[in-house]
């Protein structure tokens, strides 16, 4: 793989529920909308889902494949956990991953850069649990059961892969490793990602796929790190980023899009005074609404939005 997904096919979808009016719970919609645009990347599915956050506690995810080989790296992420004294409160098994919750108050930046060297880390989150798995996304749903997740908000992604490998690492959403609670989905091609990453890497940075979903990631939180509204970081991406691209970021409590000024990567938005759903096609907002006929709308080139709750 040569550093960004170039031709690759892929679909994108978010929701964000801005008040605690019932709803469809968050993940039985995003997998109803990446069902529908499953056509873009029957390879692999992904849900960057935001449960309520538990203060002092982090959630942590890792790939760690199967029989002797997950062996290992389960040995290997426990004794790093242990290393910085972070406490195992639950840990949960499901197909080739692992899930910990553990209590933790220390350098958020270098524990995340340790666990990664420990084991492939999807994802960490005071509320971000990224699932992600080949097949579609009923195939993943089955398996680590997301309609049952509810919360505020989340985002999908479906890949057809044509330059990568078909495995669950190298699937979307991606997080903002170091940075916790921040992840990306993206449709797309980042053409100056090299030099954008060895940017980043100069300033200490770590990057660990050659993916520019992983980029975009790692630019907007340290943004954010340095105080930078999302929707600022959104704005300046679009100068900053070359090629053709559409993306949706979530963080803890928001939600936000870029589109590059070529528009070539579709996308389309359906709002009310409850929610805002984003998706490549209009097929994946009527999932949500059968029957229903919808007032959507498609962001202009070269635009930028954020949501979020109103509570």
């Known amino acids: 793989m040569h550093g960004t997904e170039g031709p690759e096919m892929c679909g994108i979808a978010g929701i964000l529920y801005k008040n605690d009016q019932p709803h469809l719970a968050v993940g039985k919609a995003l997998v109803d909308m990446l069902d529908g645009c499953q056509h873009r990347g029957p390879d692999s599915t992904g849900f960057a889902l935001y449960h309520e956050e538990i203060p002092g506690r982090l959630r942590l995810r890792f790939y760690v494949g199967e029989g002797a080989e997950a062996e290992t790296a389960v040995a290997r992420i426990k004794d790093k956990l242990r290393e910085h004294q972070a406490r195992i409160v639950k840990e949960e098994a499901v197909r080739t991953t692992r899930r910990y919750d553990v209590e933790f108050t220390g350098d958020l930046q270098r524990f995340a850069y340790d666990m990664e060297h420990a084991a492939k880390l999807f994802s960490i989150g005071a509320s971000l649990d990224i699932v992600k798995d080949i097949g579609g996304a009923h195939d993943v749903d089955a398996g680590y059961d997301v309609t049952a997740f509810d919360g505020s908000h989340g985002i999908g ?155």
């Open 157 to 311: 992604h479906v890949r057809l892969a044509t330059e990568s490998d078909v495995a669950p690492e190298a699937s979307h959403p991606f997080w903002a490793t170091g940075f916790s609670d921040v992840a990306i989905v993206h449709n797309g091609q980042i053409t100056n990602y090299w030099k954008m990453r060895r940017r980043l890497e100069k300033r200490g940075f770590e990057f660990n796929t050659d993916n520019d979903s992983e980029l975009i990631a790692v630019y907007l939180a340290e943004k954010l790190s340095l105080g930078v509204p999302l929707k600022e970081a959104l704005k300046t991406s679009i100068d900053d980023m070359d090629g053709t691209f559409s993306f949706l970021v979530s963080t803890k409590d928001e939600i936000g899009y870029a589109k590059d000024r070529l528009a070539a990567k579709p996308m389309v938005m359906y709002e009310t005074d409850d929610l805002i759903a984003i998706a490549s096609e209009e097929v994946s907002l009527n999932k949500l609404f059968p029957s229903q006929a919808l007032n959507t709308s498609e962001p202009p080139p070269g635009t930028y939005e954020t949501w979020q709750r109103s509570i």
